[in-house]
C-alpha cells in the first residue's frame, strides 16, 4: 500500500519543504513506484506510491484544486467503485485511480464521503480558504494514520517514521502505555486506545476522522453506530449463508490485485475459510492460489514435550485436508530455519518501531511476509480478524435460559450459564479467577514500577482482571473492534516495509455490520460449542477435521528448540541493555539473566508460555535500549 504524510503550520503561511523532505527520509528505502510532493502556503502534503491495485497505475497524487482552494491527497483500495460511478457520473472501469473516485466523491459529499467509501483507504483534505484539516479513514482493516501537533505545526503520516524523523519532535517514552504493553494492566485504557509507545504521538482508530484548525483538534467517530439492532431469522442456518454470501464478496474484492495473490494458511477456521473462498474465486479465472504457512523444525522433539498431547504442535494436516478439499490450493511450506527468534525480535522493532506482545512469534511473521515479497506477490490475504467475526466465540453465559438444554446438560448450564456469570461480574479480580495477577506476578515489570501506579490495588479495588464482565454480547464485539485497531497498524506497517498489501476480508465493512447485528445464541449449538456460524458456513467445504478440531493450534509450538539453539543471541543483547539506566528502572534485569540461565543452560524442557514472557521482556528491554 501506498504512503501518505503532511505539515500543516500553525498562523504561519510560508511553505517548507524542508520538514517534508525530513518526513520522506526515512521512507525513502521503502518499495516504492515514485515520490511525489505539492508544498503550497502553509500546508505541505507527500505521497509514496506502490501499485496495489491495477487502476493505480493512474494514480496523480496530492492534487491541488485551484476552484475549491484545497489540497487533496487519498490512498487505498475502494470496493463499491460500481455504486460510486453511478452516484458521481463516472465509469466503473474508467482509466482512472481509486484515489480520484474518492477526490470526486468528496467534492460532491464532504465531510459526509466517509459514510460512501467502502474498502481501505485514507483521505486528508486541507482548505485554504477555512484553513481546516480533515483526515478520515476506513472502518476496519490494515490501514494507519499517525498525528503529532504542536504549537507551531501538525504532521501526519501513515508510518511512525515520518513523525520521529521530525526535527523538533522529542523523543520521550509514553511509560504508562510502555507498563500496560508488558503487564496488559489497564489494556483496554491503554493497549487499546489511541497512544503510542511515544510521549504525544497518536494513531487515527478506524471509523473515526480528525478535524484540525489552528492547533485545535477534534475528534470525531463515525463507525460503529452506538445503536445496533439485532437481525432475528427463524433458522441459524440463514444467518450462515447470508455471512457466507457476504465472505465471498468480501475476498473477491480483495482479489484485484496489481501483483499476484497470495494467502496466509494455518489450518485454523478463519484462514482456512479465507484460503479456500479465494481458491474457489481464482478457480473461475483459471489461477492456482498459493498459500504460505509456518511449521515446526523440531517436530521429532516436540513430540517428547509435556503439552504435546494436550495441544496441536503441527497443524501440517489441516493445512493438507483444506488444500485437498479445495483442489486448487498449492501451500508452501515455511519452518524459517534460517531466522532466528532473536534476529526476528530485532528486525521486527525496525519495521513497527516497537514491541508486540507476541514476540515469539516476530520470525515467523516476518519470513512469510519477506518470502512472499521476494517471489513477486502483491497482495497476502489473512483471516485475521475472524474470531471477531465469523469465528466469533459469543458468551455462554448470556445465552437464554431454556429447560430442555438444562435437562440434556444440567453441568454445563449451571457451570456456564450461572457460576460463570456470578464469577466474571463479582470475582474476577480474585487470584484464584484472574490470571492477570499471575501473570504480572510472573514477568519482568520491577516492584518499584508495580507499587508507583498501584497495579495490583488498582486490580483488585475496580475489580479489574483479563475476565471481563458483559451485560450484553456487543460490549465484547466493540472490544473486539478496539482489539484489531493495533493490528492495523502492525499490518500497514508490515506491508509498507516489504512493499506488499495485507487484506483481510473478515473485517469487511458489511461483513461487520451484519456480524454486529447477530444474536449471541447464534455462535452456539445446543450443546454449548461455539464458533458455530463458521461452522455453518463451512460445512461441507472446509474439511471436519479442521472445522470440529477438538486441539487447539499452538503458534510457534518449537519456540524453546528455536530459542534454546540461538541463546546466545539473547545473552548478547542482554549484554547491551545490562547497562541502559532506563531499562533498569523498569524492568527486572537480573530476574532475565536468570531465567535465561535456568531456561536454556540447563536439560529441562520449558513451557512455551514461560519462554513467551521472557522473549516479550526481553525485547521490550531491547526497545528501550535502542530507541531512548
Known sequence: MSLIFGIVKHNDNQNDEGLLQKMYTPLKNFPQVRFDKISIQ?????????YGTPEDIFDSQPVYLSEQNILFTALGRLDNREVLSEDLGLKENEAVSDTYFMLQAYLKYGEEVQHKLKGEWNLVVYNYNTKELFITRDTMGYTALYFYNTDKYFAFSTSVKSILALPYFKKELNEEYFVSALTLWKIDDKFFGNETFYKNIFFLKGGHSI?????????????PPENIKEVRYKNKQDYADQMSELMYKAVKVRLRSYKPVSATLSGGLDSSMVAYIAADLLKQQGKTLTTHSHVPLFKQELLNTPFASKVLIDETPFIEATARASGNINPKYLNSESTSP?????????????????????YWVLDIYRTCAQKGYGVVLTGEGGNGS???????????HNLQRFIKQPVSYLKRQIAKQFVTKYFNARPKFNPLIDYIANGYVNSE???KYSINVEIKKNNNGLLKYYKNVLELKKQFIN??????LFGKSFGSYYGIELRDPTVDIDVMNFFLAIPNDVFFDDDYNGRMLVKMMMKNKTPDEVLYARKKGLQSSDIFFRAQKSKEEFFEELSYFKNSNLVDSLININKIENNLNLYFNTDNIESPEKIQLLLKNIQAASFLRSRF
Open 483 to 488: 482489539m484489531y485497531h493495533l493490528r492495523g
Open 42 to 50: 502553509e500546508a505541505s502534503f507527500g505521497k509514496i506510491l506502490n
Open 449 to 451: 514500577v508495580l507499587s
Open 390 to 400: 465469523t469465528s466469533f466465540s459469543a458468551v455462554d453465559y448470556l445465552l437464554p
Open 342 to 362: 532473536g534476529k526476528g525480535m530485532i528486525e521486527i522493532m525496525d519495521v513497527l518501531d516497537g514491541f508486540i506482545h507476541a514476540a515469539w512469534n516476530a
Open 211 to 223: 478535524k484540525q484548525k489552528n492547533g485545535e483538534i477534534n475528534i470525531n467517530k463515525y463507525w
